[in-house]
């Protein structure tokens, strides 16, 4: 049974940090592609992040030099850290894994870990 479990959000003030973890299980970690997204209220889904097997990571123009993608192998965890953060960035955070090969591909999803920004 596969599962990513988010963790790390709450509510913070504008400019603060937090920092989102996703544990993953029941998959080959390091081989998937793992990526961050989030949804705020009446919005779709964003891709904010993402990080290649070997550690390559982008991120979207809305979150560059603020937030950082990173992933630990061994532990099956992939973070996000947050800085500078502002009201804009208040969402549901949702950890994805993807894998493909070709001929197969996987996608999962976490939960979610809701992000609230504001004074």
């Known amino acids: 049974q596969v599962q990513l479990v988010e963790s790390g959000g709450g509510l913070v003030q504008p400019g603060g940090s937090l920092r989102l973890s996703c544990t993953a299980s029941g998959i080959t970690f390091s081989i998937h592609i793992m990526r961050w997204y989030r949804q705020a209220p009446g919005k779709e889904r964003e891709l904010i992040a993402g990080i290649n097997s070997s550690g390559g990571s982008n991120h979207a123009d809305s979150v560059k030099g603020r937030f950082t993608i990173s992933r630990d192998n061994p532990k099956k965890t992939v973070y996000l850290q947050m800085n500078s953060l502002k009201p804009e960035d208040s969402a549901v955070y949702y950890c994805?894994?993807?894998?493909?090969?070709?001929?197969?591909?996987?996608?999962?999803w976490g939960q979610g870990t809701r992000v609230t920004v504001s004074s």
């Open positions: 994805n894994a993807f894998f493909s090969n070709g001929i197969l591909s996987n996608t999962y």
